[in-house]
């Protein structure tokens, strides 16, 4: 048992000498960098150290970043091959046994430490939201075959979302044993969730996303496939319960077969960013002492409203969008929901540590205590990953236009696009990509021949 004690210690001021040198870095340095490259050009000294990084154990997040970065910056073929790779790494990641050698490292290390050890493990929302946007790549890269398998990999992993969320309420009576077991932690967390408690509610649940469904229901009435085209409307009716989207029901309810009279228009607006995560502390009574155990929310200064956009079509204008899906308040209550859940683990790893510290001080004395408290002070962390370039809103526009060449015009929140020329054609459905972040309004557009 000695010679256990005497080998953890070792480990413990290992890892606070570690930690001091930044390998439990916040990721708050690297997720600003990524925000302000939306819409702009990346900084050469942040794109070298970028590469650097996307071999490390947070490579899928990387990944990630860089493809949504370079499709907003309208670098479709890059982004598309970057999602690529982080679908392969996904991939790995997930049929890897759930009981890995290295996993369990990971594991036992955060256990002395904090969660960001632990290589980036990618929620189940960001996962479709990736091939959504993977979609949205090969849509402008005129690719509506790829698109439509990234469609419905997308609602395969929001249906084994909403079959685990069965399951866990399920378990439900055994959280809330857990939940009478940490009463006071509890208590602490649902004050320190307060503040965004208003931000959770503007969303139904956490497992199905509008966006997804009527995103797809476009894609198969471009191509003809109206009978998929309805399920999914009146899906993402379900969940965004918008009268346009009742009229999107109504119409394919009504449909024998396209109208050769008119051209489909669907703008597919992505708005803002979603919020910043920071750090909060809670402190926990337990045996002979207090400890902290820090969890990670969001600030919600940062989180952007939806505001409707103004889409003209010369001089008229031809509709203001609507909001299909509030991934920022998605993020919130995930997020609140996923903390909730794991308080149990973050106090007992915290009491690890407490034990720990109270080792040192009766093996090295005053020397101990120190290097104890240093290592509770440098390792007790939030985890502050995420993928932090997703939009905080998507939006939608959909209307009908003749044949022939159309000027567009998106504005709204003090910015303007440039016009868009929109040459729409017969037998098709015209899709127009408008990104609004960070004080700028940028468009693309494609087609899909029926």
Do not use: C
């Not at 191509?223 to 029901?249: C, F, R, W």
């Amino acid at each position: 048992m000695k010679r256990f004690n005497n080998k953890l210690l070792f480990i413990l001021l290992a890892t606070s000498v570690n930690s001091q040198a930044g390998v439990f870095g916040s990721y708050d340095d690297e997720g600003m960098a990524f925000r302000s490259s939306l819409n702009a050009t990346m900084p050469t000294s942040f794109a070298a150290t970028l590469d650097k990084k996307m071999d490390s154990k947070d490579a899928i997040l990387y990944h990630l970043e860089k493809a949504r970065v370079l499709q907003v910056n309208q670098q479709y073929e890059e982004s598309s091959q970057l999602y690529k790779k982080a679908f392969e790494l996904l991939d790995k990641q997930n049929n890897r046994a759930k009981v890995s050698a290295s996993r369990l490292g990971f594991k036992a290390l955060s256990m002395l430490s904090n969660d960001s050890i632990v290589p980036y493990d990618v929620p189940p929302y960001e996962q479709v939201l990736a091939h959504i946007s993977q979609a949205k790549n090969y849509i402008y890269l005129k690719d509506a075959e790829a698109a439509g398998v990234e469609m419905r990999i997308a609602q395969r992993i929001q249906r084994e979302i909403e079959i685990n969320h069965e399951k866990e309420l399920e378990k439900k009576s055994e959280k809330e044993k857990a939940k009478q077991e940490n009463a006071q932690a509890m208590n602490n967390l649902d004050e320190a969730f307060s503040g965004l408690d208003p931000i959770a509610g503007r969303i139904k649940n956490t497992y199905q996303n509008a966006y997804a469904f009527y995103m797809a229901a476009n894609l198969w009435e471009a191509l003809g496939e109206y009978n998929d085209a309805l399920v999914d409307y009146k899906k993402a009716y379900e969940l965004q319960a918008d009268s346009n989207i009742a009229k999107d029901v109504q119409r394919l309810d009504r449909m024998v077969a396209k109208s050769k009279d008119t051209v489909p228009v669907v703008v597919f607006i992505e708005q803002g960013i979603v919020p910043k995560k920071i750090e909060n502390k809670l402190v926990i009574p337990v045996p002979n002492g207090i400890v902290n155990i820090a969890f990670a929310t969001y600030e919600p200064s940062t989180y952007t409203v939806p505001q409707s956009l103004r889409v003209r079509l010369g001089e008229r204008e031809a509709q203001q969008s609507f909001v299909l899906n509030d991934i920022g308040a998605l993020a919130v209550k995930e997020l609140k929901e996923r903390t909730t859940g794991t308080v149990s683990s973050q106090i007992i790893r915290a009491t690890t540590k407490f034990v720990a510290q109270q080792q040192l001080g009766q093996h090295l004395g005053a020397l101990g205590q120190l290097a104890g408290n240093l290592m509770n002070v440098a390792t007790e962390r939030a985890d502050l990953r995420t993928w932090s370039t997703l939009p905080s809103n998507t939006q939608i526009a959909r209307f009908e236009v003749k044949p022939g060449s159309h000027n567009l015009q998106i504005s709204g929140n003090g910015a303007m696009s440039d016009t868009i020329k929109v040459d729409a054609s017969p037998n098709q459905t015209v899709f127009v990509y408008v990104n609004d972040v960070n004080n700028k309004i940028s468009t693309s557009v494609s087609a899909i021949n029926h």
